[in-house]
């Protein structure tokens, strides 16, 4: 089974706001692993959960319709905050593959690519069109498109952070890609 990302399809939950920080995405006191899986509860906790830790039910990570869904629309400076890499983790574990904002953190916006998920930065006017036209969209990395309905907009992204995804290979995968040139490096100079 491939983990390359080509082509998405989903209906999106929106969180419409800006400068959500890693703290948001996941609280200091959820990081007690390194393991990357089960943070899907703790993903948005300080705005999903009351103070008595119960669901709050008008939040969207929390509503019935929102559950499956693999996108999430943002607002601008997505992921600010610490360099937890447990904040990809916890948007992966919940399903989410592909986050269209309007900027990232850099550290997030590699910690999110490294974890082979998609950051996709559109415009305030588009992501607004895209959550008024209220309709299924579609992400196409290989044509660095984003559409629905009539609407479609293109994405820039780095060409290798590209190929990346769609390959689906991880760090050590790109470096095993060059493994008979670093053994003929190594055995030129190990002389």
Known sequence: MS??????TSEAIVIF?????????????????????GFEKALFAPWRYDSQGKPIADFPLNMPEN????????????????????AAWALQDFGIDIVIAGSYSPIFYMNY??????????GRTEREALIEADLPITVDLEAKTVSAGNLEYTFEIERDYRNKLIKGLDNIEEILIYEDLIEAYEAEYAK
């Open 67 to 86: 559950q499956g869904k693999k996108i999430l629309i943002a607002g601008e400076n997505f992921g600010c905050g610490s360099s937890r890499e447990h």
């Open 3 to 8: 983990r390359g990302i080509k082509q998405i």
């Open 113 to 122: 690519i490294n974890n082979l998920k998609l950051p996709v930065v559109l």
């Open 17 to 37: 706001k800006d400068n959500i920080d890693t703290d948001i995405l996941i609280p200091k006191n959820y990081l007690k692993t390194t393991k990357r899986t």
